[in-house]
């Protein structure tokens, strides 16, 4: 997982982020999307937890996990510390996990490139614009045309801070 100055560690939001983004990475598996979640990120963030003092038998199970473990040998100790942490994953919808991953990028924890592509999948699946979708479309072109990647991060955060505003985290 990436972290990014704009929210980093010890930042009270963080762990949530970093569920959503775990549980979305599980949906995205089970989809037989191609994407496999890596389980050193599961057992990092589940050590994380226990470090912070959110227990249970789940997560130390998780913690615990041997790191070279697949993720189809740790599916069900993931998801069981998921549901631990109030994730039914049985009632995630497209939205639920989609709004998992922008909190991720909002949080730091992935690049924009990340989710540019689901960003505009997401468009063209739903209803009428919203006023986040209007701004992300409108910083994703600003982006776009961007030659340095300083400029670059500058919009990048502006996207961040128009997120986390508009999911209000």
Same mark, same amino acid.
């Given at each position: 997982m990436h972290e990014d100055a704009c929210v980093g560690e010890g930042h009270p939001q963080l762990p949530t982020a970093k569920l959503r983004l775990l549980a979305s990475e599980v949906v995205r598996a089970e989809a037989d999307t191609g994407?496999?979640? #890596?389980?050193?990120? &599961?057992?990092?963030?589940? %050590?994380? =937890?226990?470090? !912070?003092?959110?227990?249970?038998?789940?997560t130390m199970e998780v913690a615990?996990?041997?790191?070279?473990?697949?993720?189809?040998?740790?599916r069900q100790s993931v998801c069981a510390m998921l549901v631990e942490h109030g994730f039914d994953m049985s009632a995630l919808s497209d939205a639920d996990v989609y709004g998992?991953?922008?909190?991720?990028?909002?949080?730091g924890l992935v690049d924009a490139?990340?989710?540019?592509?689901?960003?505009? #999948?997401?468009?063209? &699946?739903?209803?009428?614009? %919203?006023? =986040?979708?209007? !701004?992300?479309?409108?910083?994703?072109?600003?982006?776009?045309?961007?030659?340095?990647?300083?400029?670059?991060?500058?919009?990048?955060?502006?996207?961040?801070?128009v997120i986390r505003e508009a999911r209000r985290l």
């Open positions: 994407w496999v979640p #890596d389980v050193r990120d &599961a057992i990092q963030l589940a %050590t994380e =937890l226990l470090v !912070a003092g959110t227990d249970g038998p789940a615990l996990l041997d790191p070279g473990a697949s993720f189809e040998q740790s998992f991953e922008l909190d991720a990028f909002a949080a490139h990340a989710i540019e592509g689901r960003f505009y #999948d997401q468009l063209s &699946a739903s209803g009428p614009l %919203t006023p =986040l979708d209007r !701004a992300l479309v409108r910083l994703f072109d600003e982006r776009e045309g961007l030659p340095d990647f300083q400029s670059r991060a500058v919009i990048e955060t502006n996207m961040r801070e």
